[in-house]
């Protein structure tokens, strides 16, 4: 299985940026989403999406950043806009699947920097 990542990069505060993860080698992926990693910090989840479209967003980030998966090209979208310097971290996709979602997968993470 793999992850390949894409779409992070440095933006000015209140600009957006799309990150995009694609995955190869999985089917029946019920549990698509994105965690961050500020320096000095847990990892956290930012967003996720079922395979029945339920999302979930991490509070700091709603109202901002919006998820989206294909099934048929099997990627998931993090939209991020009204960026803030606080959301700078490297973004990780991540993937579940089987009857208790014990297939994990993650991706190789890709750095957003927020800053003027």
């Known amino acids: 299985v793999q992850l390949q990542a894409s779409g992070g990069g440095l933006v000015q505060p209140g600009g957006s940026l799309n990150l995009s993860c694609a995955v190869s080698?999985?089917?029946?992926?019920?549990?698509m989403g994105w965690y961050r990693q500020a320096p000095g910090k847990k990892r956290e989840r930012v967003a996720r999406?079922?395979?029945?479209?339920?999302?979930n967003f991490l509070d700091s980030v709603k109202g901002r950043f919006t998820i989206s998966r294909d099934n048929a090209r099997n990627t998931v979208d993090l939209q991020m806009n009204s960026l803030k310097p606080e959301d700078t971290a490297v973004y990780y996709c991540?993937?579940?699947?089987?009857?208790?979602?014990?297939?994990?997968?993650w991706g190789q993470g890709t750095q957003v920097t927020v800053s003027s």
């Open positions: 991540n993937v579940r699947g089987g009857y208790f979602n014990e297939y994990d997968y």
């Open positions: 080698g999985m089917n029946s992926i019920n549990v």
């Open positions: 999406v079922t395979i029945g479209g339920s999302t």
